[in-house]
T-cell receptor
Framework: DQQVKQNSPSLSVQEGRISILNCDYT??????FLWYKKYPAEGPTFLIS?????DKNEDGRFTVFLNKSAKHLSLHIVPSQPGDSAVYFC?????????????????FGQGTILTVHP | EPEVTQTPSHQVTQMGQEVILRCVPI?????FYWYRQILGQKVEFLVS????????KSEIFDDQFSVERPDGSNFTLKIRSTKLEDSAMYFC??????????????FGPGTRLTVL
């Protein structure tokens, strides 16, 4: 299932700089997108989401950008901190009013390992 | 802050045995989910559950799997006869709403299932 792809398996950034994590999707019926952070031996922790009616959503240091025509979303973390080091997953969903029968099923990307160096 | 809890954190079982993984979703949430992540692979959807019935299931969720909400708080995943390839981290998630209004799914810490 390659409907959601994170093509960069890892990203290394200096503390204080911007981290940009990218995600591409192929299913044009997806209308809700989320980013989760995951530490080893823990479950995914919700970070930020965006609906397809928007192209940007901001929450503190985290901003998600959605480019529907390119089927691309990105997560910006500014400034990056060592505590941000984790695996970041993007996930996509299709609501029933988008023509599907989905009841919230999330389709995940493979994840990107972010390492923020002090 | 309310959170999803899962027990046990690690379950080791012999092939062919039945296992039950337990989850306590966030108390006012209405939609419940199971996902799994095989080592080195993506997090995969297994099943969603609402109003005491399955809303959607993936092709992974075959007759060996079942889910139940036996009381007002627990949500369980049963694997009737485990196979080696069932070894994975199993995550429970819950959300307040779903359907027409998308809502955030909150995940538990996971149960690591090891089938020997």
């Amino acid at each position: 299932d390659q409907q959601v792809k994170q093509n960069s398996p890892s990203l290394s950034v200096q503390e204080g700089r911007i981290s940009i994590l990218n995600c591409d999707y192929t299913n044009s019926m997806f209308d809700y997108f989320l980013w989760y952070k995951k530490y080893p031996a823990e479950g995914p922790t919700f970070l930020i989401s965006i609906s397809s009616i928007k192209d940007k959503n901001e929450d503190g240091r985290f901003t998600v950008f959605l480019n529907k025509s390119a089927k691309h979303l990105s997560l910006h973390i500014v400034p990056s901190q060592p505590g941000d080091s984790a695996v970041y997953f993007c996930a996509a969903s299709r609501s029933p009013n988008a023509g599907g029968t989905s009841y919230g099923k999330l389709t995940f990307g493979q994840g990107t390992i972010l390492t923020v160096h002090p | 802050e309310p959170e999803v809890t899962q027990t046990p954190s690690h379950q080791v079982t012999q092939m062919g045995q039945e296992v039950i993984l337990r989850c306590v979703p966030i108390s006012n949430h209405l939609y419940f989910y199971w996902y799994r992540q095989i080592l080195g692979q993506k997090v995969e959807f297994l099943v969603s559950f609402y109003n005491n019935e399955i809303s959607e299931k993936s092709e992974i969720f075959d007759d060996q799997f079942s889910v139940e909400r036996p009381d007002g708080s627990n949500f369980t995943l049963k694997i009737r006869s485990t196979k080696l390839e069932d070894s994975a981290m199993y995550f429970c998630a819950s959300s307040l709403t779903s359907g027409r209004i998308m809502d955030t799914q909150y995940f538990g810490p996971g149960t690591r299932l090891t089938v020997l």
